[in-house]
């Protein structure tokens, strides 16, 4: 490979949300069973909190009246995780935001970020409780650059 | 938007190692901390292992000398997701292996692996303690297809 190393900078948190802010796709990280978990997702930043909505599958944060143990059983932390870099150049930049999730439950809320997050396939169609609203506690972001 | 839902089908655990193999980079997921954490990666599929390189911060999995419980304290189980979706067509397939990660700590295996997952960034170039092989004991992906 004739392509210098490149240099990662950090990325200030400002500057990391306005970037996942500009790319529709990432993955969300989670805890399911004991074991880690990731799965691809639909994203949009509202203010400094990330609003999500997976692809496919189960609930990432359980879901009203799952468990026990009441409202807290419906809070969870995640990981999201976006990045774009070019293959080619090696340039880019990559950014992690890690905070606790909750389900939006507002039918209101739910309708207004459904129109921004449209489901992408037919499974997503049937409900909406993978829309999970993500505080970024720790926002962690690199830059990818020639110097 | 005017495009079609799409329907999602589950690929078989070869398939999904065939995509996989295909494209150079994927996330390393893992916990770190007692909390789920990602990293971008560039990867590997050798046989039916799947051997990652990251590309910045600490290791993944412990090196060794870490911890006083020995061997055992050199394994941890993560996640590797890697996907081609389309954002216009929103067409592709996204591949998760999870499965018992360790360092690899063998020379020759390391220059071997090394050889095909150069580093990218100037912070890999000083060790090789992040190069982990994966077993994909779980290997689930979904196909986005149009019908």
């Known amino acids: 490979m004739s392509i210098s190393l490149r240099k990662t900078g950090p990325l200030a948190p400002g500057e990391a949300l306005t970037l996942i802010g500009g790319v529709p796709l990432g993955r969300i990280v989670f ?5 880690p978990a990731v799965r691809p ?25 799952a468990g026990a143990s009441g409202e807290g059983a419906r809070e969870t ?18 950014v992690v935001v890690t905070g606790p999730a909750t389900a939006v439950e507002d039918p209101d809320e739910i309708e207004e970020y459904a129109a921004e997050l449209p489901p992408w396939t037919e499974s997503q169609g049937e409900g909406s ?3 999970i609203r993500i505080d970024p506690g720790i926002v962690n ?3 990818l650059s020639e110097d």
């Open 31 to 35: 805890t399911e069973n004991a074991m």
């Open 41 to 65: 997702a639909s994203h949009l930043v509202v203010g400094d909190v990330l609003v999500a909505r997976s692809h496919d599958g189960s609930a990432v944060v359980p879901p009203p009246g």
């Open 77 to 94: 932390v995640v990981a999201y995780q976006a990045d774009d870099i070019d293959l080619g150049s090696r340039l880019g930049w990559s």
């Open 129 to 131: 409780g993978q829309m």
């Open 141 to 143: 972001g690199y830059r």
